[in-house]
């Protein structure tokens, strides 16, 4: 079964950049979904087809995906960003929907 | 807008069944495709299953296959997932979710509590 790996913990300072990776095989060739969650919340779609936001979301947020690895950019991180993410596929030769590991985002 | 609201929490005993409902409004059942989606204490996201529009079947994770069986309801616009052998491990809230995109979940149900205890 397809395999997506995220780091389990990023910390970032209020104000910085956090960089989220999600590896897997050859993941560019796949359209990769961000989600955002907070505790005791159903997840928040942040970012679909790999860098396109989805209404209200903030323009903080961008997504990139290339070869083995796709990233979440959040930008001038805020307090309020503090929160799980996860990258998620659809995965074609099994027709199935593919969660990664997870990243929990510590604002310092 | 479509809207989802699922029914309430579920306490069950380890070999009993379960099944959760998810009502949509604001669009019919028959325009969307409703998956269900599952997360463990402390764990993320899980698919269990949902209906695939291309082939107009509903299709299973590997993992639950045999034991989940999803429904709909179309003159109530209701969903329903129901697990059966239930065992400790399946403690988890369950979310029915929507990919009004192709491949991405935009809409999420606020999520159902079953607790599997003896």
């Known amino acids: 079964s397809y395999v997506l790996t995220q780091p389990p913990s990023v910390s970032v300072a209020p104000g910085k950049t956090a960089r989220i990776t999600c590896g897997g095989n050859?993941?560019?060739?796949?359209?990769v979904h961000w989600y955002q969650q907070k505790p005791g919340q159903a997840p928040v779609l942040v970012i679909h087809?790999?860098?396109d936001r989805p209404s209200g979301i903030p323009e903080r947020f961008s997504g990139s995906n290339s070869g083995n690895t796709a990233t979440l950019t959040i930008s001038r991180v805020e307090a309020g960003d503090e929160a799980d993410y996860y990258c998620q596929v659809w995965e074609s030769s099994s027709d199935h929907y593919v969660f990664g590991t997870g990243t929990k985002v510590t604002v310092l | 807008q479509v809207q989802v609201v699922q029914s309430g929490a579920e306490v069950k005993r380890p070999g009993a069944s379960v099944k959760v409902s998810c009502k949509v409004s604001?669009?019919?059942?028959?325009?969307?495709?409703i998956h269900w989606v599952r997360q463990a204490p402390g764990k993320g996201p899980e698919w269990m299953g949902g209906?695939?529009?291309?082939?107009?079947?509903?299709i299973y994770a590997h993992q639950f296959q045999g034991r989940v069986t999803l429904t709909e309801d179309t003159s109530t616009d209701t969903a329903y997932m129901e697990l059966s052998s239930l065992r400790s491990e399946d403690t988890a809230v369950y979310h029915c979710?929507?990919?009004?995109?192709?491949?991405?979940?935009?809409?999420w149900g606020q999520g159902t509590l079953v607790t599997v205890s003896s």
């Open positions: 979710a929507i990919p009004q995109l192709p491949g991405a979940f935009d809409i």
């Open positions: 209906f695939d529009p291309d082939d107009g079947e509903t």
């Open positions: 604001g669009h019919t059942l028959t325009e969307l495709s």
């Open positions: 050859n993941i560019g060739s796949k359209n």
């Open positions: 087809y790999d860098s």
